[in-house]
């Protein structure tokens, strides 16, 4: 009986589902035209976003020009080299431009809180090899008081959506932003690192949690680094066994 009422339950929600995709079809979330399903993208937003791939740094994930792929793998740029950073990697699914610029903005700043879910389908695709071992995925905390005037945290959303695709737990509580820090857009890599200094922590009551983990970090967009460097940095100090950065866009700077 309990086979018969399983097999009826998901053919009722399998029906129930087409009925919703018929009423409320899944839409590009750049161009608003209909789409198979919600990770996917029309065409011509296609042709407005650029998704990295190889080759690139082999720690921050910056694409390089194309190179012999027999040694591509082993490349490391020379900021990495010059200050080897605290994580193991970094990667991102698309290049922050032009493009992408808008769309992360309107997911950070303006409520479009449903981009969410394509956004980490991105990710765990781009993000693939640090997901493959990973035991725990952080989110970037935000400040109690940025956090009550943007009412979410945007790398919470993604981090929690990335857990349900890849059922690798995930923690929101835990890492906390001790310092509100002042928006960093306008500030260059030096300028950013004394803006993030000291502004993360991990409560004593909370080390346990991370003790020997393997850790994917979350965020929205990777610009110098400075952010997810201290993050991994904190992590690593409260026994985190490693760091590793994934994010939505990252800016391209070689």
Not at 72 to 89: G, M, N, Q, S, V
Request: glycine residues 6%; aromatic residues 8%; charged residues 20%.
């Amino acid at each position: 009986m309990s086979s018969k009422w399983s097999i009826l339950k998901k053919y009722s929600m399998y029906i129930m589902g087409k009925v919703l995709n018929f009423l409320l079809p899944a839409r590009c979330i750049v161009t608003g035209d209909i789409v198979e399903s919600t990770e996917m993208i029309s065409a011509e937003a296609w042709a407005q976003l650029d998704f990295l791939s190889a080759p690139f740094c082999a720690k921050c994930g910056v694409p390089f020009q194309v190179l012999d792929n027999d040694v591509e793998d082993a490349l490391i740029c020379t900021y990495c080299l010059d200050t080897p950073p605290f994580y193991d990697k970094a990667r991102a699914a698309l290049r922050y431009d032009d493009g992408s610029r808008g769309l992360v903005l309107a997911y950070k700043h303006g409520d479009k809180t449903h981009m969410a879910i394509p956004f980490s389908l991105w990710m765990a695709n781009a993000g693939q090899e640090l997901l493959d071992g990973a035991d725990l995925i952080v989110p970037v905390p935000l400040h109690w008081k940025r956090l009550i005037t943007r009412r979410y945290n945007q790398a919470a959303l993604l981090a929690q959506c990335l857990s349900r695709k890849t059922k690798i737990p995930v923690d929101t509580t835990s890492f906390k932003r001790t310092k509100s820090t002042r928006p960093q857009g306008h500030m260059n890599m030096k300028e950013r690192c004394k803006n993030v200094g000291s502004a993360f922590s991990v409560p004593d009551v909370n080390k346990n949690i991370f003790e020997g983990k393997n850790i994917v970090l979350v965020d929205d967009v990777f610009t110098t680094g400075a952010t997810a460097n201290e993050c991994a940095k904190v992590l690593l100090a409260s026994g985190a066994r490693s760091v590793n950065v994934l994010s939505v866009a990252r800016t391209v700077y070689i």
